[in-house]
Structure formats: C-alpha cells, structure tokens
C-alpha cells in the first residue's frame, strides 16, 4: 500500500516561489506516474502538473506552464513541484498523487489511485 505525504505549503508574497515534497512510502515510486492537483476555495480540485512513471514526459495545466515543475529524486522516493513566479491565483491546497499502470497521461482524477493530504499554499498580494 502506498502513502504519499506532502510538505513544502505556506505563506509566500507574490512573485515568489515555493517547492512542494509527496515523500511515498510503502511502495517506489518508479512504476506510478504522479500528478499535481490543487482546490481553491470554494473551486473544484483541478489539475496542474502530470509527470510521466519515468518521468520523461511531464504535462502542465495552463495556468502553471512557464511558471511550475516537477520533478522527482527516486533515491529518496519523492515528487516535488517548484512554484515559481507565484499568484494570488495559485492559492489552494495541493495534492499530489499516484497512478498506476495503465498510465491515462491525463489529469483525469479517477485514475490516480493514491492521495496525498494535501499541503496548504496561499500567496498575498
């Protein structure tokens, strides 16, 4: 059984960056693709970043091409996404997530099969 614990979430003003964790325990992470979500409040959760299980394909909503990336260190058998350039508008808790094979290579959310808890991210203006 996978677990997926995020961390990195805060309080940070506009224009800076933020690096979220998904450490996974219980199971490598190398065969699950790992996807980025956020929900702002009062929205319904979206997707953000998708990363590929070898991490050679990545797919980034709009909203966060240019600005996020994710990337994942299998030696310590963790996803991150850097946030650069943050807005107000990036404001929500952020989830990652785990999908296993067959791989959808989409943000839809009935396919990843494991949840983080979600870490909080607000930006100020």
């Known amino acids: 059984q996978l677990q997926l614990v995020e961390s990195g979430g805060g309080l940070v003003q506009a224009g800076g960056s933020l690096r979220l964790s998904c450490k996974g325990f219980g199971v490598n992470l190398d065969v699950y693709a790992i996807g980025w979500f956020r929900q702002a409040p009062g929205k319904e959760r979206e997707g953000v970043s998708y990363m590929s299980y070898s991490g050679s394909y990545t797919m980034y909503a709009d909203s966060a091409k240019g600005r996020f990336t994710s990337s994942r260190d299998l030696a310590v058998n963790t996803a991150y996404l850097q946030m650069d350039n943050l807005k107000p508008e990036d404001t929500g808790v952020y989830y990652c997530?785990?999908?296993?094979?067959?791989?959808?290579?989409?943000?839809?959310?009935?396919?990843?099969?494991?949840w983080g808890q979600g870490t909080q991210v607000t930006v100020s203006s």
């Open positions: 997530a785990a999908e296993r094979p067959p791989y959808g290579g989409s943000f839809s959310q009935d396919r990843f099969h494991y």
